[in-house]
């Protein structure tokens, strides 16, 4: 506020600091395919030097001089809630060749009671 120069005018600014395109999941058919867009920043100091404007003097405004800049968390992958009740995990079971599939549910279910279920009570 104190160089008068909106947000917009400062995502601009870093979008055209960034040409290339952005990057994010695509879901088509059932795949997802990971797009990822090569911009020209690379780390934290390209983006604390980006010009967002001038002040009433014409002397260039940086990004370092408006805004805290540091890293964000990445995008979350392979999240599942269950019954909306919270975040649970996943996994798969690949049953070998000529074993009996009820058997092995039945040693999975009790592994997860011995090992999992007894660590997360301990938590």
Partial sequence: MAYDIPLTKVVEAVRKSNLDVEGRVLEFSGFEYMVRGRGYIK??????EIPVGTDRAGTPVFLKQIANIQLGPDIRRGLADLDGKGEVCGGIVVVRFGENVL??????????KQD???????A
């Fill in 43 to 48: 780390n934290l100091k390209d983006l604390e």
């Fill in 103 to 112: 058997n092995v549910i039945e040693r999975v279910k009790e592994k997860i």
């Fill in 116 to 122: 999992i279920e007894r660590a997360f009570l301990k």
